[in-house]
């Protein structure tokens, strides 16, 4: 099992870091990003931070772990400025807060995002379009089916439109809570739900194992 999208008390999770970190190797975990809200403000401080913490820690980890971001309600033309500057800070997963259809995310962030060689996953892409995912598809962007109540609502579309334009997925928890860090059972479960089918599964935890190869 592998989680590219969490959260920590650096944004709003519940746990610091390395709890939260330890808490998903204890649940057979094999990798974790932790990828906190960010925007121009605060994008520094979580990439500093989780840097160092993984410059004392990881040698001793079983547990891959990650440095990254989620760039979250920013202004959709700024999103690949602030993918870069996070990139060359030393993120080595960015993620965008894609357009849920629970929360208020400014129209275009999905093409916006999806646009930037410096974006990794879009999150929670919610009712993408044919040309979104057109774009997903021709710029090699991986989209994210989510675990995550509210947000998974649309994980049935975005499994069938990706599955149709050969975009490839990724199923995260989208963790902010020790709760949200799901069984592999439930993992499948809601791979299933939205449609998937036991390869499909399988593909989806091969391209997550990828983002860890070198970490």
Known sequence: MYDLHTHTTFSDGELIPSELIRRAEEKGYKGIAITDHADYSNYKIIIDNLLNLKKEINKLLKIKFLVGIEITHLLPEKIDDLAHK??????????????????????????????????????????ISDI????????????????????????????????????????????????????????????????????????????????????
Request: proline share 2%.
């Open 132 to 215: 979104d995912i057109k774009l997903a598809a021709d710029n090699g962007k991986v989209l994210e089916l989510t675990t995550r109540k509210g947000h998974s609502i649309t994980n049935g579309h975005v499994f069938h439109i990706a599955k149709k334009f050969g975009v490839k997925l990724v199923i995260n928890n989208d963790a902010h809570s020790p709760a949200d860090l799901l069984s592999k059972d439930m993992l499948k479960k809601v791979a299933l739900g939205a449609g998937a089918t036991e390869d499909d599964y399988k593909r989806m935890i091969r391209v997550s194992e990828g983002f860890f190869k070198n970490a």
């Open 86 to 127: 996070a990139k060359e800070r030393g993120a080595e997963v960015v993620v965008v807060h894609g357009e849920t259809v629970v929360e208020p995310v400014a129209v275009k962030t999905n093409f916006y995002a999806l646009q930037s060689k410096y974006v990794d996953i879009l999150a929670h892409p919610g009712l």
